[in-house]
């Protein structure tokens, strides 16, 4: 998916990548609808629509999951559609991740 992910592409087109991407692995169901947001759709709760236009400085979320065994197991990523993030979005996806961290370390058994 990130590397059929370029400005210009739309938002169902990554999708598209992924479910393929399953398939090649045999994985023939969706665990649940894909979720691709580019720039403002990435902060949309739930956003299904997956029809915008992928914009040169847009950061992607994608959510997506699929099912084997009646298992089904997701990835949640946000990446930037030009390969390299601006200094802006590095700043914020490092600061989300020392939190993500920071609460990792405080977990303990029984807690």
Partial sequence: ????????????QL????????AQH??????YPCIV?????AAILH?????AVVG??????VDAGAEFRHYTADITRTF?????????????????LSLQEHALSLIKPGV
């Fill in 1 to 12: 998916m990130w590397a059929a992910c370029r400005s210009g592409v739309r938002e169902y």
């Fill in 56 to 61: 040169p400085d847009d950061l992607v979320l």
């Fill in 15 to 22: 999708e598209a990548a992924f479910v393929h991407a399953a």
């Fill in 47 to 51: 956003y299904e629509r997956n029809n």
């Fill in 80 to 96: 930037p559609a030009s390969g390299r993030f601006t200094p802006q979005q590095r700043d914020i996806y490092n600061l989300v």
């Fill in 37 to 41: 947001g580019a720039g403002r759709n």
């Fill in 26 to 31: 045999g994985l023939m169901h969706l665990g």
